[in-house]
């Protein structure tokens, strides 16, 4: 077992010459971590763990500049945009060579880039980053080898996610879902002493 606990307070002020206080942002968190391993059997590890995660937005998202992409379109910077925080429950189970593992994370203020907003006056397309008011995440991983003979193994990965997103998009209700599910799968050759070959698939559902 292990436990841990992170404290931050973080002070971000951007000013200019002419203006000051365009961005003046404070704020603290906890940060904890727990993580718990069992050996259910010789061969099966159980495992269990919790985070709380920050992600800031980069310097080039929050300034209020604006960059020519063309003449229509215009990368800009943000300055409301808050940090996102993350907190994250995984679940592993590891039985000899298989793995099985679920992850569920809850993200609010999720940072998205490239959100357009439209000034429909001047007819320009500005492209900056946005904070999305919560994105909910399932997923889940299934790897195992299988050794067809001495000279021929298979890994194999398949993976799963879940993903809703919930927020006020520009006065509107948004609550989006998305299913997505691939499959990998590697077939590994030793041809000879000094010769190894690969043949690789990999499928991708809508």
């Known amino acids: 077992m292990f436990a841990g606990l992170r404290y931050e307070y973080t002070n971000t002020v951007l ?3 002419t203006q000051h206080g365009i961005i003046d942002q404070h704020y603290e968190e906890l940060f904890p971590t727990l993580f718990l391993s069992h050996d ?3 061969s099966g590890t159980l495992q269990f763990s919790y985070s709380r995660r920050i992600t800031r937005p980069s310097f080039n998202e929050l300034e209020p500049f604006i960059v020519f992409q063309s003449p229509d379109t215009y990368l800009a910077g943000n300055e409301k945009l808050q940090p996102s925080i993350s907190d994250i429950l995984k679940t592993d189970y590891r039985y000899k060579t298989v793995l099985f593992s679920l992850t569920h994370t809850v993200e609010n203020n999720a940072i998205r880039r490239f959100q357009p907003r439209q000034d429909t006056v ?3 397309l500005y492209m900056l ?3 999305l008011d919560k994105v909910t995440t399932t997923s889940f991983m299934i790897a195992f080898p299988v050794n067809v003979t001495g000279w021929w193994n298979i890994q194999n990965n398949m993976n799963g996610i879940v993903q809703n997103v919930k927020t006020f998009y520009d006065g509107q209700k948004i609550d989006l879902s998305l299913k997505n599910f691939n499959i990998n799968i590697i077939n590994n050759f030793k041809i000879g002493e000094r010769l190894s070959g690969e ?3 990999f499928y991708q559902s809508p």
């Open 40 to 42: 259910l059997t010789k």
């Open 122 to 124: 001047k007819n320009i």
């Open 15 to 17: 000013n200019t010459q």
């Open 129 to 131: 980053s946005r904070n």
């Open 199 to 201: 043949l690789s698939g």
